[in-house]
């Protein structure tokens, strides 16, 4: 059984930084394709980020230049958020894809495994 549980989330001013963690139980994560999306109320669930097993990375077009996804050996999956704006403001979620090694897709539905989101209020 995948448990994936974020952390790090906060409320921050424009301009701020946060580090946003996801550590994982059960299944060794980093063979697989792992990711950040995130969800404001009445809008449907997006990419922010995602990374493949080699380390490859996309990101999402608003997210480029500021935020940075990266993973440890100990299971934890990170995204580094700077120079925040308002309109981060969002429930952010980790995810696994255990069905591929390489990220492909912003397709929430490939992503199997999630956890159970972290609060980023930006001012």
């Known amino acids: 059984h995948v448990q994936l549980v974020e952390s790090g989330g906060g409320s921050v001013q424009a301009g701020g930084s946060l580090r946003l963690a996801c550590t994982t139980a059960?299944?060794?994560?980093?063979?697989?394709?792992t990711g950040w999306f995130r969800q404001i109320p009445g809008k449907e669930r997006e990419g922010v980020a995602v990374?493949?097993?080699?380390?490859?990375a996309m990101y999402e077009d608003s997210a480029k230049g500021r935020f940075t996804i990266s993973k440890d050996n100990a299971n934890t999956l990170y995204l580094q958020m700077n120079s925040l704006k308002p309109e981060d403001t969002a429930m952010y979620y980790c995810?696994?894809?255990?069905?591929?090694?390489?990220?492909?897709?912003?397709?929430?539905?490939?992503?199997?495994?999630w956890g159970q989101g972290t609060q980023v209020t930006v001012s």
């Open positions: 995810a696994v894809d255990l069905t591929h090694s390489s990220c492909y897709t912003w397709n929430t539905a490939t992503y199997q495994h």
């Open positions: 059960g299944h060794p994560y980093t063979s697989y394709c």
């Open positions: 990374i493949s097993s080699d380390g490859g």
